[in-house]
Nanobody, 124 residues
Framework: QVQLVESGGGLVQAGDSLRLSCAAS????????MGWFRQAPGKEREFVSA????????SYARSVEGRFTISRDNAKNTQYLQMNNLKPEDKAIYYC?????????????????WGQGTQVTVSS
């Protein structure tokens, strides 16, 4: 059974940093694209970042580009999202996801497996 477990969320102040992790189990995903999405209260889930199978290609939402960095460690079957200079508008539940194919994908429908989410709250 495939499981994605996020960790690293929490309550921080504006300008602080957090590093989210997403550990996958049940099978290896070294050939799969991975990504992060988020959902704020009252809003739809939105794309945050994606990375291809070997980490050579990444994609970011305009709202986080330059502040967030996605990475992966295929030996650990884990992806990460380093979030710097956090803003109150970054407050959301963050979900990690894994695609069936190897590229970077910005649409939620491209992803097959999803984590349960981790809360990120940024106070001003």
């Amino acid at each position: 059974q495939v499981q994605l477990v996020e960790s690293g969320g929490g309550l921080v102040q504006a300008g602080d940093s957090l590093r989210l992790s997403c550990a996958a189990s049940g099978r290896t995903f070294r050939d799969s694209g991975m990504g992060w999405f988020r959902q704020a209260p009252g809003k739809e889930r939105e794309f945050v970042s994606a990375i291809n199978w070997n980490g050579a290609s990444t994609s970011y939402a305009r709202s986080v580009e330059g502040r967030f960095t996605i990475s992966r460690d295929n030996a650990k079957n884990t992806q990460y999202l380093q979030m710097n200079n956090l803003k109150p508008e970054d407050k959301a539940i963050y979900y990690c996801a894994v695609a069936s194919l190897e590229s970077t994908y910005r649409t939620a429908t491209s992803y097959t497996y999803w984590g349960q989410g981790t809360q990120v709250t940024v106070s001003s």
